[in-house]
């Protein structure tokens, strides 16, 4: 799918309308936050937080490692 946007002046600054499909597959509406990200062949843009996500990988194997010292502080 290939679709042409055009930037439009918003205020002070200058924003893109996402049609209502693509808002759709992205699964986000009106206030949803968007991330941009870098990648090798241009940007992307997507609901998902990489820098989120990277944390929450971090925190997942410390509560592998510390599974039994996790426990004993639930009691």
Sequence with gaps: MTST????????SVGVILPKDVLAKLRVREGDLLYLTEAPDGYRISQYDPEFARQ???????MRRRRDALRE???
Excluded: T
């Design 5 to 12: 946007l055009k930037l439009s002046r918003i205020g002070n």
């Design 73 to 75: 502080l639930a009691k």
């Design 56 to 62: 929450m990988e971090a925190a997942e194997e410390v």
